[in-house]
């Protein structure tokens, strides 16, 4: 008659079976320990890296905004079109589209005291686009201001060069001292009459008195997307170049065959926001089809996103070698168990115990080295995961932007069920075929056996 024994009895024979032997039990818990930690860390490299990489794309822009681009103008084979107010319109009625946000930039020529910029450049934004300015200081532009203003990105100060030394902060890597918001800028609109003044040809151009009313946060090592540029009301640049220029061209907007400049501003760039990522395509396409060069992000990211799959899976792989070692080391001790308690299991099997008792036991004892093994190895990742956002993480911040989440290795929990299942399953598969060898030995043999 065979005698079922209960699950509680084979975890505590397991336990015990495996206690009895606690140097041989570590060590091949140590394999498993290695290979699960090398399997976490690895894949979390890799998913750290595409996690960075969706972060800086968010804060560069929507993944459902396409970006619309005139540079140079475009064409559509019979007539120049213009990315002016006019065609916005038409972008805003296409289907999908919420909303459609225009972007002028101007060159101006900058100077407070010794420091100069001569490539300075202005970008007027919506009133949307201002609100989303995170300030350090002061106020946004007030677009309706008797003179323009402007928020001043954090960085900007490193574009100032010193006047009489030609020396910028990438030569001394000192900021220049410029105050923005206490003090006026020196700016001049017409950088063709400045130049043309420097080289002795002209009277030199008409210089107006700005000051900006903010400036956005950030400083070293402290990055976001508004810190480079200066921004304005986009209204209120329009007004200010309207005044300066009056009726003349625009330096950088495009002119009509007689030279006289169109009566709408034009665009250089154009954000098109899509209701639904998968409208985007449509849409797309629709711009293109018109002449105009656009593009979305979600490009960029299935692209980006493909060779971030193929990295976890190389690494991963390189990590299930140590954890397929581990498995050749969890067999291995399970053999030798079964030559050493070879006594011990005819014992069992003359006493009437089930075939699959036996075979439960052998793969318990299997399956809580895997256990015990993934679980400290899931501890030990988190160890060289923060580890490795510590300090490679500071050595790769000093040279290059990595967006919102810095984090070069990111363990989801996902990712710590998966290892902690994987390293079980392991266990068990391995000390499958010694399980099997234990429940075909021969009662009466294994009881003479010493």
């Not at 699950?7 to 079976?17: C, F, G, T, Y």
């Amino acid at each position: 008659m065979l005698i079922a024994m209960r699950i509680s009895d084979l975890i505590r024979m397991s336990a015990s079976n495996l206690w009895r032997r606690k140097m041989r039990t570590i060590l091949t818990v140590l394999g498993v320990v290695i290979g699960t930690a090398s399997i976490i860390v690895m894949v979390s490299i890799g998913i750290g890296q595409n996690r960075s990489l969706m972060a800086a794309i968010e804060e560069s822009g929507s993944l459902t905004a396409i970006q619309v681009y005139n540079w140079g103008g475009s064409s559509n084979g019979t007539e120049e079109l213009l990315l002016n107010d006019s065609m916005l319109e038409d972008f805003a009625a296409m289907e999908h589209v919420k909303s459609v946000t225009p972007s002028l930039r101007f060159s101006v020529v900058m100077k407070q005291g010794a420091y100069i910029n001569t490539y300075a450049s202005i970008n007027g934004v919506t009133q949307e686009i201002l609100d989303k300015i995170p300030l350090a200081e002061g106020r946004l532009p007030d677009k309706d201001a008797d003179s323009l203003e402007f928020v001043v990105g954090s960085m900007v100060a490193r574009d100032f060069y010193n006047e009489k030394t030609q020396k910028s902060y990438w030569e001394t890597q000192v900021i220049p001292d410029i105050d923005f918001v206490n003090q006026p800028i020196f700016t001049v609109f017409d950088r063709d009459a400045y130049w043309n003044s420097q080289n002795g040809q002209g009277d030199p151009p008409k210089k107006y008195l700005l000051q900006a009313s903010g400036i956005t946060t950030g400083g070293e090592g402290d990055y976001n997307e508004y810190c480079w540029e200066i921004y304005c009301h986009i209204d209120a640049l329009k007004a200010t170049l309207k005044k300066i220029f009056r009726n003349k061209p625009i330096p950088g907007q495009p002119t009509q065959k007689n030279g006289k400049p169109y009566a709408e501003f034009c665009y250089e760039n154009v954000v098109v926001d899509v209701d639904k990522m998968e409208n985007i395509d449509g849409v797309l396409q629709t711009i293109q089809d018109l002449g105009f060069q656009a593009h979305n992000n979600a490009e960029y990211i299935q692209s980006m996103q493909q060779q971030s799959k193929t990295t976890q899976m190389v690494l991963g792989g390189i990590g299930a070698v140590s954890l397929f070692v581990a498995a050749i080391g969890i067999a291995n001790t399970m053999m030798m168990s079964i030559y050493e308690r070879t006594k011990e299991i005819g014992v069992l099997k003359v006493l009437g115990c089930a075939m699959g008792n036996i075979r439960t036991l052998f793969l318990m004892e299997a399956a809580f080295i895997g256990f015990i093994g993934g679980l400290v190895g899931i501890i030990l990742s988190y160890g060289i995961s923060a580890l490795i956002n510590q300090f490679a993480g500071k050595l790769m911040g000093d040279y290059y932007y990595m967006g919102a989440d810095s984090s070069i290795s990111y363990i989801p929990s996902w990712l710590v069920l998966a290892a902690l299942g994987f390293a079980v399953m392991i266990g068990i598969v391995s000390g499958f075929i010694p399980a099997l060898r234990a429940m075909k030995l021969s009662p009466l043999a294994a009881i003479r056996n010493e």
